[in-house]
Each structure stands twice: as C-alpha cells, then as structure tokens.
Nanobody
Framework: QVRLVESGGGLVQAGGSLRLSCAAS????????MAWFRQAPGKEREFVAA????????DYVESVEGRFTISKDNAKNLVYLQMNSLKPEDTAVYYC?????????????????WGPGTQVTVSS
C-alpha cells in the first residue's frame, strides 16, 4: 500500500511560482497513475492534473492548462506539480493521489491512495 506525503505549499504573490512535491513510500510511482486535486474553502474537491502510469500522457483542467506541469521522477519516487503564473483563485489545499496502473482519471473515486494535503495561498 503506497503512502503519499505532499510538500512545497506556502504563501506566494499572484504571478509567482511554487513547486509541489509528492513523496511516495511503500510502492513505486513507476506503476501508478498520479494526480493532483485541490479543494478551496467552501468548495468541492476538483481535479487539477494527472499523469498516466507510464508517464506518456498528461491531462490538466482547463483553468491551469499552460501554467501547471505535472511530472514523475521514478528514480526518486516523487511526483511534482510545477505551478507558474499563480492566481488568487488557485488558493486551495492540494492533494496528491495514486491509482495503480491507471490512465490518469479526472475522477477522484478512481484513486485509492491520497496524501494529507498541502496548503497553497496566493495573495493578490
């Protein structure tokens, strides 16, 4: 059973950048589709980005397309979310999720493993 822990969140001004990391233990990210979801106060959790298990394809919600990049480092067992040109509406708790041999679904119920989340706050 894979355990996930996010890091890299914090407070940043609009237009700035952050890189979130998701460290996996108990399983190799090589065999997992990985995704990032986020939940803002008073809102439902939403899909942000996903990468399929082989790393051959990625998917992004339209609101972050061109600004965020998801990637996997199989050697380090890490998953990243590079976030550029941040906007106040990107403020949320960001969660990492894993799906064994998955295609990178946008549906949160497809993911079996979740991290505790990391807070990202973007000030205007």
């Amino acid at each position: 059973q894979v355990r996930l822990v996010e890091s890299g969140g914090g407070l940043v001004q609009a237009g700035g950048s952050l890189r979130l990391s998701c460290a996996a233990s108990g399983g190799a990210v090589t065999f997992y589709a990985m995704a990032w979801f986020r939940q803002a106060p008073g809102k439902e959790r939403e899909f942000v980005a996903a990468i399929n298990w082989s790393g051959s394809s990625t998917d992004y919600v339209e609101s972050v397309e061109g600004r965020f990049t998801i990637s996997k480092d199989n050697a380090k067992n890490l998953v990243y979310l590079q976030m550029n040109s941040l906007k106040p509406e990107d403020t949320a708790v960001y969660y990492c999720a894993a799906q064994v041999l998955g295609g990178g679904s946008r549906t949160d119920s497809a993911y079996s493993f979740w991290g505790p989340g990391t807070q990202v706050t973007v000030s205007s």
